[in-house]
């Protein structure tokens, strides 16, 4: 339970970067 609420978080901030870097680099995408 708790490491699947560390995980949700880790792909929320995850998930941010990669709209922020997004902006100015996309190659963050490829990642996904």
């Not at 929320?12 to 190659?27: A, E, F, H, K």
């Amino acid at each position: 339970m708790q490491a699947e609420v560390h995980f949700i978080t880790f792909y929320q901030v995850w998930d941010t970067s990669i709209n922020l870097l997004g902006n100015v680099n996309c190659m963050p995408a490829l990642f996904l």
